[in-house]
């Protein structure tokens, strides 16, 4: 289904270019309706010409969308709020991804009765993989929150949670890639320690990675069936998990999570 109206980016960034090359090519809408706002004239450039849809500099020229992404650094989300406040009202769906930015912190300097939802995406959107997390605003509406899901759907998957989760979203799906991508690492330099070649090692394990995900999603079995599946008693994989249970990794990756939970409260404490 299509969207109704315009939509707009502040800030024309990574995120704002996986964004928009998912939401057209989910045909959610056409490149004439899409308008992406950034002050690097090579980066408006860049996205006129990749996905021909409309730039500018000015940031009231998203006053005629329906719908506003907020898609800058998040150290720079204050000041923009500050001059956008003027013209953005309760008729914008507005969408912030800022990583850390609080719904108070975006409610209370807006007009009264903005429609806010912010989400927590992460970086696998890049190749339209993302998680994403929507936490809709005190006058967001359920259809808002369809329409938030619908764009997110469209640069990987999408779940709607309480606000107070996204710090559990944050430890664990937004710092998820660099955690997953060390222990491909460690995968590879494994191979490495055993005689392969460090390209060998790295098509296998980037393969194995891909493929045991594509199992565990194709197939809907619970990880730890699958685990039991390659593990014959008394074999290699058995003796492999038990050194990984001796260095505590299942506990070690638990307390990552929680540890990046805690850093993104801090952090929120900080801005918020
Ligand atoms: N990358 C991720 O995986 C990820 C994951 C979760 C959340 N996020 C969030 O997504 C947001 C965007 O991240 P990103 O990686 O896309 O950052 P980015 O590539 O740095 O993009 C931000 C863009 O906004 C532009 N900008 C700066 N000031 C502006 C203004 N006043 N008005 C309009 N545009 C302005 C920047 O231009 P200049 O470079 O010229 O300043 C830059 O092109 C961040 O808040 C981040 O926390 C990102």
Redesign the pocket.
């Known amino acids: 289904m299509k969207l109704d109206g315009k939509i707009g980016f502040?800030?024309?960034?990574?995120?704002?270019e996986a964004l928009i090359k998912g939401i057209l090519q989910a045909g959610l809408v056409e490149n004439s309706k899409v308008v992406a706002?950034?002050?690097?004239q090579k980066?408006r450039d860049f996205l006129q010409k990749t996905f021909s849809v409309s730039t500018g500099k000015s940031?009231a020229q998203l006053s005629e969308c329906a719908i506003i992404i907020l898609?800058?650094?998040?150290q720079?989300m204050g000041?923009?709020l500050e001059?956008c406040a003027s013209w953005l009202t309760s008729k914008h769906l507005v969408i912030s991804?800022?990583?850390g930015i609080p719904l108070s912190f975006i409610e209370s300097r807006l007009q009264h009765g903005c429609r806010i939802i912010r989400v927590?995406?992460?970086?696998p959107?890049?190749v339209l993989e993302g998680a994403s997390a929507l936490s809709p605003g005190k006058s967001a509406t359920a259809e808002d929150v369809e329409t938030a899901g619908q764009i997110f759907s469209a640069i990987g998957k999408s779940i709607v949670l309480p606000e107070t989760y996204l710090d559990g979203v944050t430890g664990l799906s937004?710092s998820g890639p660099a955690y997953v991508f060390h222990f491909i690492d460690a995968l590879i330099e494994g191979g490495v320690k055993v005689g392969l070649s460090r390209q060998d090692a790295e098509l296998l394990v980037l393969q194995t990675i891909l493929g045991s995900v594509k199992l565990a999603m194709e197939t809907g079995m619970h990880p730890a069936v699958l685990k039991a599946m390659v593990t014959s008693p008394g074999g290699t994989t058995i003796a492999g998990l038990h050194e990984l249970e001796k260095a505590g990794f299942k506990a070690g990756i638990m307390t990552a999570v929680e540890a990046a939970t805690k850093r993104s409260e801090e952090l929120g404490k900080l801005v918020g």
């Open positions: 502040l800030g024309g960034g990574r995120m704002a706002i950034d002050p690097d980066r940031h898609a800058v650094k998040p720079i000041r923009l001059e991804i800022a990583a927590m995406p992460n970086t959107a890049l937004g």
